[in-house]
């Protein structure tokens, strides 16, 4: 490959942690000075609430290795890092958060895991730095995602991880508009590998997952890449359509054996209720799936970069 290409790209995309670029960045510089390569670190700015972006292009006038896109709304994270891995042009590249917890001193084992054969080296937090309420909420999360689309997640591991070149060039070929990257990293079914890496305390900004947003974020996936849900209506139907025969054919066997009776008003309207519910509910979620298919028909695309700064504002 030629020498003007880097041979290393780290992507990290941008939200509401302005104080901590310059260490981040540093810190990521000083971890692979044993880094003979071309080196490029892309910093996307998801419209952070802090001004993140003057931060960025102060880091990238006196850091030459430094890249800087901005996005021109908030997108979320994992549009942003989309647009990271459609900049990056190294053999490896490192996906990573900006506030820190993801430390840059484990890049050089991550990167060294793909070095060695593997495709997706991914890092696994053996002992996270969260508190109670977030760990509970990021172990619900990958529970409940796994559950609906049927692929079981590991909640210790997320999107920091060393990628290989073909891996990146599959994930940028994937024209969906609903993106969840470490489902789609899983879906190519390359080689990977997990990598014991240490997890940093967050000692600047908060994190913009609440658990309802988590939850609704599950649900968006599983909507994107399962068909459970559509399955669970089916399975509702029939179990419905079941007890409705259970229930005619006690009636006939009542009529025909002389027990029979005037039925109760109470009765009737609870099976109008239930059927009713069960009904708009099938409608509600065959709805869901036609909007995210309305959604795709659009083709509209999955950011938009409104600025770049950084080597020569490629």
């Known amino acids: 490959m030629a020498s003007a290409v880097p041979s290393l790209s780290i992507i990290s995309p941008v939200y509401g942690c302005r104080n901590c670029l310059e260490d981040l960045v540093d810190r990521t510089r000083e971890a692979l000075r044993d880094h003979h390569g071309r080196l490029e670190f892309i910093l996307v700015d998801d419209a952070s609430p802090d001004s993140a972006w003057n931060r960025i292009c102060e880091l990238a ?8 896109l901005r996005l021109s709304r908030n997108f979320g994270q994992h549009a942003a890092i989309a647009a990271g891995l459609e900049e990056a042009i190294g053999d490896i590249v490192v996906v990573m958060d900006c506030d820190l917890q993801d430390v840059p001193e484990e890049i050089p084992a991550l990167v060294a895991a793909v070095l060695d054969g593997a495709d997706v080296a991914l890092a696994r937090r053996a002992q996270r730095q969260d508190g109670l309420f977030k ?4 172990w619900a999360f990958y529970r409940i995602l796994g559950w609906l689309t049927g692929i079981s997640h590991d909640h210790t591991t997320a999107n920091f991880g060393a990628y290989s070149r073909r891996v990146v060039d599959a ?11 470490p489902l789609m990293v899983r879906w190519t079914g390359y080689r990977t590998t997990l990598v014991e890496v240490t997890h940093g305390r967050r000692t600047h900004g908060e994190s913009a997952y609440s658990v309802r947003k988590l939850l609704s974020l599950a649900l968006k996936i599983a909507l994107s890449y399962s068909d459970k849900p559509l399955r669970m209506v089916v399975a509702l139907g029939l179990t419905f359509a079941a007890i409705s025969l259970l229930v005619v054919g006690l009636s006939i066997y009542r009529y025909l054996i002389g027990d029979t009776q005037v039925a109760g008003f109470t009765g009737i309207i609870a099976s109008v209720w239930m059927m009713g519910s069960v009904i708009l509910s099938s409608v ?3 709805g869901l799936y036609l909007g995210r298919l309305f959604i795709d028909a659009k083709r509209r695309p999955n950011f938009i970069i409104a600025e770049r700064v950084g080597a020569e504002d490629a």
């Open 61 to 68: 006038a006196n850091r030459p290795w430094i890249r800087g």
């Open 135 to 138: 760990r509970f909420g990021s």
């Open 171 to 181: 994930l940028r070929s994937m024209p969906e508009s609903d993106r969840f990257f």
């Open 284 to 286: 509600g979620i065959i």
